[in-house]
């Protein structure tokens, strides 16, 4: 039986920041496709509107690539090369990966993550407003949250929005809706089928719903590369595609040649 190889911890370090891209300085001047590149080798990109030198989506992509047009980000996910979607937190990601996050969330991340639970709530309590306001989306088009005006007070509960933007979330969290676009980081939605066959329309894309044991060999597969080095009870976080891992979960994959461990001293 071979033994496991020991690692220092600055090569774990090495090995995690080369994996998130950020060993080397960019060896050119950003273009429009590296965004996409850098969500995509990434899989997730956080959506935060802390907003101190840049909100956060922007900083993070300026880490990675220098000096880039900002609005290259709008661009992409209203071209459909991008889509949102909740992953560990709201998120980028490719739209190549847009059949593994519908089908998550539809078969597994309600029972999880606390926007499903609160969007199941919201359809529940609020039939009634949700379903019009679905029905105002599908006969007008595209809706921003500033479109309706709010009509009680200074509002409370989810982060103090006005009833519309949580029922707009609630939808889009239910795979109803999707984001069309932003406008001054501000999300569009739009009905999901439409979002979709705009990207249709300049990406190809697989939109086949992957089998259970598919989509978690490509969340737990996905994280490891994306992370360069883990424990294992760390990977199921990144996607928040499930539980915390025991080290023998991943046994298979070691078996397969597709992840190596490893020890690091200390």
Same mark, same amino acid.
């Given at each position: 039986m071979t033994s496991t190889p020991r690692i220092t911890p600055q090569q774990a370090r090495n090995l995690h920041v080369a994996a998130q891209g950020l060993a080397a300085p960019p060896k050119r001047r950003a273009r429009k496709a590296d965004v996409a590149a850098a969500i995509a080798r990434m899989r997730v990109l956080q959506i935060d509107t802390i907003h101190v030198v840049a909100r956060s989506p922007y900083l993070v992509l300026f880490s990675r690539l220098g000096a880039y047009q900002q609005q290259w980000l709008d661009e992409l996910l209203a071209d459909g090369a991008l889509f949102e979607c909740w992953a560990h937190e709201a998120c980028f990601a490719p739209i190549a990966d847009f059949a593994l996050h519908r089908e998550h969330a539809r078969h597994d991340a309600r029972l999880k993550h606390w926007a499903m639970r609160i969007a199941e709530r919201a359809r529940s309590e609020h039939a009634d407003g949700v379903q019009a306001l679905l029905a105002h989306v599908r006969a007008s088009g595209p809706v921003k949250s500033s479109d309706f005006e709010r009509s009680e007070g200074s509002g409370g509960g989810w982060w103090g929005w006005k009833n519309e933007k949580r029922w707009l979330e609630a939808l889009f969290a239910l795979g109803e809706l999707m984001i069309a676009r932003r406008e001054n980081f501000q999300r569009v939605y739009d009905l999901s089928e439409r979002v979709l066959a705009?990207? /249709? *329309? /300049?990406?190809? @894309?697989? &939109?086949? *719903? !992957? +089998? +259970? !044991?598919?989509? /978690? /060999?490509? @969340? &737990?597969?996905?994280?490891v590369r994306a992370l360069g080095i883990t424990q294992a009870r760390w990977i199921n976080d990144y996607f928040r595609s499930g539980g915390k891992l025991k080290d023998a979960a991943l046994d298979e994959y070691v078996e397969r040649g597709e992840l190596a461990r490893v020890d690091v001293d200390g």
């Amino acid at each position: 039986m071979t033994s496991t190889p020991r690692i220092t911890p600055q090569q774990a370090r090495n090995l995690h920041v080369a994996a998130q891209g950020l060993a080397a300085p960019p060896k050119r001047r950003a273009r429009k496709a590296d965004v996409a590149a850098a969500i995509a080798r990434m899989r997730v990109l956080q959506i935060d509107t802390i907003h101190v030198v840049a909100r956060s989506p922007y900083l993070v992509l300026f880490s990675r690539l220098g000096a880039y047009q900002q609005q290259w980000l709008d661009e992409l996910l209203a071209d459909g090369a991008l889509f949102e979607c909740w992953a560990h937190e709201a998120c980028f990601a490719p739209i190549a990966d847009f059949a593994l996050h519908r089908e998550h969330a539809r078969h597994d991340a309600r029972l999880k993550h606390w926007a499903m639970r609160i969007a199941e709530r919201a359809r529940s309590e609020h039939a009634d407003g949700v379903q019009a306001l679905l029905a105002h989306v599908r006969a007008s088009g595209p809706v921003k949250s500033s479109d309706f005006e709010r009509s009680e007070g200074s509002g409370g509960g989810w982060w103090g929005w006005k009833n519309e933007k949580r029922w707009l979330e609630a939808l889009f969290a239910l795979g109803e809706l999707m984001i069309a676009r932003r406008e001054n980081f501000q999300r569009v939605y739009d009905l999901s089928e439409r979002v979709l066959a705009n990207a /249709r *329309a /300049r990406h190809a @894309f697989d &939109e086949r *719903a !992957p +089998t +259970t !044991p598919d989509a /978690r /060999r490509a @969340f &737990e597969l996905g994280a490891v590369r994306a992370l360069g080095i883990t424990q294992a009870r760390w990977i199921n976080d990144y996607f928040r595609s499930g539980g915390k891992l025991k080290d023998a979960a991943l046994d298979e994959y070691v078996e397969r040649g597709e992840l190596a461990r490893v020890d690091v001293d200390g």
